[in-house]
């Protein structure tokens, strides 16, 4: 019997919370992207230090922060999709990400002064969400990350990854912002289907936008928002599939 560890889990297919066995915090430190993070945290830092900070967007779901622009996102790539503009813009950070194998999403992720993210779930339990804090006003209880019951400070330029999958929260209860390069990354055990979560999580994504003036869609059965998911993933793998030729 196959176990839970194995088993890739989306939140939009889902049928509630979810409940695997994954702990809240991975060891990363075997890795060889973690020594690349931690080596050059000083050139990234130093790159985000002279970036212009209107480049800078509201993340996508505006509900999850207690103002709907106070988390703020600069995005590099999205689910194999590359903001080429960015990329371009951070020439550093770009070349350094892109020799981490099997990335999917990296971007800058700013909570503003006097934020607090809500406890939500993320898209789903096949990635490492790696955050290297870059810019971090102060240690616990001010500003802390927490993952179920486990709290943790942010301490800039040493990386750590999470499962997306279970419930987390964020907050930054200073005057100052708090900025880290947040990267994900296929887990060893699901890195022959990259490409298939990819479009997976794009297609979900889109479908959400379609349906986001309506509460209709978690009406719907799981299995059937399952095969809504895989049916239009395939016109994205495609798509994903030429974009990279084009942007190579």
């Not at 903001?83 to 950070?93: A, E, I, R, S």
């Not at 992720?109 to 969400?129: E, I, V």
């Not at 990259?194 to 999580?201: D, E, F, N, Y």
Request: proline share 6%.
């Amino acid at each position: 019997m196959k176990s839970d560890l194995n088993k890739i889990w989306f939140s939009f297919s889902s049928n509630g919370a979810y409940n695997g066995s994954e702990p809240p915090f991975f060891d990363i430190e075997h890795t060889s992207w973690y020594k690349l993070l931690k080596d050059n945290y000083p050139l990234i830092q130093k790159e985000l230090l002279n970036a212009d900070e209107q480049k800078f967007i509201p993340y996508y779901n505006k509900t999850f922060a207690n103002q709907p622009t106070n988390w703020k996102i600069l995005p590099f790539k999205f689910w194999l999709l590359n903001y080429k503009k960015n990329q371009k813009k951070f020439p550093l950070t770009t070349n350094i990400i892109k020799q981490i194998p099997y990335l999917v999403s990296a971007s800058f992720s700013q909570l503003s002064k006097q934020t607090q993210l809500k406890p939500h779930t993320g898209d789903s339990n096949a990635m490492y969400r790696v955050h290297l804090p870059l810019l971090v006003p102060v240690k616990l209880p001010d500003c802390g990350f927490k993952v179920l019951n486990k709290e943790i400070s942010w301490q800039e330029g040493v990386p750590f990854a999470f499962c997306d999958a279970h419930l987390h929260l964020a907050w930054n209860n200073t005057n100052e912002k708090r900025i880290v390069l947040i990267l994900d990354i296929i887990r060893p055990e699901f890195q022959h289907k990259t490409k298939w979560i990819s479009a997976q999580m794009l297609a979900s994504l889109l479908i959400q936008y379609a349906f986001q003036k309506t509460a209709i869609l978690y009406h719907i059965p799981a299995f059937i928002r399952k095969w809504m998911m895989n049916t239009f993933a395939i016109p994205v793998y495609v798509f994903t599939k030429i974009h990279s030729l084009i942007m190579k």
